[in-house]
Nanobody
């Protein structure tokens, strides 16, 4: 079984920065993709950023140039550096891991950006 635990969320003023972390534990192998999604109240969960096997990255248009996803394989950790935060970035951020046909989710961490 795989567990994902997010941390780093909190309250920040517009223009500020936060770094989210997601630590994976369990039987981890043949990772196809690891990334971050977010869900704001009343909205669907949406992709924020993802690292695909091989190292390529994709970002939502709304965060390009402001957010950076990275990973530390030795620590089984993926990060999301969020800069120039905007009130519309307010959401619960979820870590996501895809291994073959299995998809794993963390419980989420709340990010609130005040104007």
């Amino acid at each position: 079984q795989v567990q994902l635990v997010e941390s780093g969320g909190g309250l920040v003023q517009a223009g500020g920065s936060l770094r989210l972390s997601c630590v994976a534990s369990g039987s981890i192998f043949r990772v196809n993709a690891v990334g971050w999604y977010r869900q704001a109240p009343g909205n669907k969960r949406e992709l924020v950023a993802v690292i695909i096997s091989g190292g390529s990255t994709n970002y939502a248009d709304s965060v390009k140039g402001r957010f950076t996803i990275s990973r530390d394989n030795a620590k089984n950790t993926v990060y999301l550096q969020m800069d120039s935060l905007k009130p519309e970035d307010t959401a619960v951020y979820y870590c996501n891991l895809v291994m073959g046909v299995n998809v794993y989710w963390g419980k989420g961490t709340l990010v609130t950006v005040s104007s």
